[in-house]
């Protein structure tokens, strides 16, 4: 057997499947409803769907432009052999982040009118960066203040090492329509472009919308953006479709006796003799931890509770005759033989998210890409 410092795949009890079929499908839909080029946002290991081979995937797609939130991020990428544009919007300024990101040709996000010249002299003589202005026009989170952005965007026009290839924003308040918050962050952000223009400061790419952005306003005036929760199929909406499922396996059938408590604290007694399946998958891999006692799986096209506390490794679910051991247990995404939960669905059984949930996929999940 090779050595290998992770879980062999043959040894894992977890199957993830991702479809590039749907990957393909969604990127066409939000390209088409934006009016636009997406950046699929790949960030916090693509949303727990693998950075690497998502990045390849999207790559395979002729996908220009992929955002990562850290420059450890972009520079995994890097490592991985990727080649295309990437940007990275958060960094530690004060280290060489920067400078070995802009080595690697990484474009990078200024969010500090502050930063410039902290950056412009930690690079080297002759280099030149590529960055993109990220202006705060209301989600009060990091970005150059609004008030600041034309100051900060001469700065960098006028420094020979930048190149001031992005303009962009970020909305807070994007999930509804006509939202008054979210109109008047792109009445800000329409407005410094045309104040920049005015001064003959026109960047490569102007990117204001993620998912719900695209989803609900309109941004044909813009030629960029950002998609995480609608590429992976997240986003509730019918023209987008989750990319991945997940199942599991039976390991073990056994019978319980009347009266008997199932897990930790025995949070479930049985009213009568209750035949259980044991499947390993646990909070530590994704399974949300909850009193709620509502979670559900599909085995054999059937419905079946999670019994008592989830643990760490394994859970317990409701067995029916015929069941056997090795028999697939299906927590979300597959639609097929009755096995129709959907994330969200698990996330509301759980009290959480479906973000919660898929970014948190542990090492004990094998991925698998089709």
Not at 73 to 84: F, V, Y
Not at 340 to 354: C, I, K, M, V
Request: net charge positive; glycine share 8%.
């Amino acid at each position: 057997m090779k050595k290998c410092s992770k879980i062999p795949a043959e040894f894992k009890n977890i199957t993830a499947i991702v479809s590039t079929q749907d990957v393909k499908k969604n990127l066409q839909y939000l390209k088409k409803k934006s009016g636009t080029d997406v950046m699929p946002i790949l960030k916090a290991n693509a949303y727990g769907h693998g950075i690497v081979e998502m990045a390849k995937i999207c790559r395979r797609l002729h996908v220009k432009h992929i955002g990562v939130a850290t420059i450890g991020e972009a520079m995994q990428l890097r490592n991985s052999g990727d080649k295309g544009r990437i940007l990275a919007w958060l960094y530690d300024v004060h280290s060489d982040q920067v400078r070995d990101a802009v080595a690697q040709n990484i474009d990078i996000a200024i969010f500090n009118e502050a930063h410039i010249p902290i950056i412009s002299k930690s690079l080297p003589k002759h280099s030149v960066a590529n960055v993109h202005l990220f202006v705060d026009t209301g989600i009060d989170r990091n970005g150059v203040p609004h008030a600041e952005a034309i100051d900060a965007a001469i700065k960098l026009s006028n420094d020979p090492k930048f190149k001031l290839v992005g303009l962009m924003t970020h909305l807070c308040c994007a999930e509804t329509k006509d939202n008054a918050i979210t109109n008047k962050q792109f009445r800000l952000f329409r407005k410094l472009r045309q104040d920049l223009l005015d001064r003959n400061i026109d960047p490569e790419l102007v990117h204001v919308s993620a998912t719900n952005g695209i989803l609900n306003y309109d941004n044909s005036d813009f030629n960029l953006s950002r998609s995480g929760a609608g590429f992976y199929g997240i986003e509730e909406n019918k023209h987008l479709t989750p990319i991945l499922s997940l199942s599991s396996i039976i390991i073990q059938l056994k019978n319980i006796p009347k009266g008997e408590g199932i897990g930790y604290d025995r949070k479930y007694i049985t009213h009568a003799n209750k035949f259980i399946g044991i499947v390993p998958i646990g909070y530590a891999d994704l399974i949300p931890l909850t009193p709620s006692e509502k979670l559900c799986v599909f085995v054999n096209g059937t419905k079946r509770k999670v019994l008592g506390l989830e643990s760490m490794d394994q859970i317990v679910i409701e067995a029916k005759k015929g069941d056997k051991m090795g028999d697939k247990v299906h927590l979300f995404g597959d639609n097929k033989r009755g096995n129709n939960q959907s994330l969200h669905d698990f996330a509301r059984e759980g009290s959480t998210t479906p973000f919660n949930i898929i970014t948190r996929m542990g090492e004990r999940v094998n991925i698998k890409y089709v």
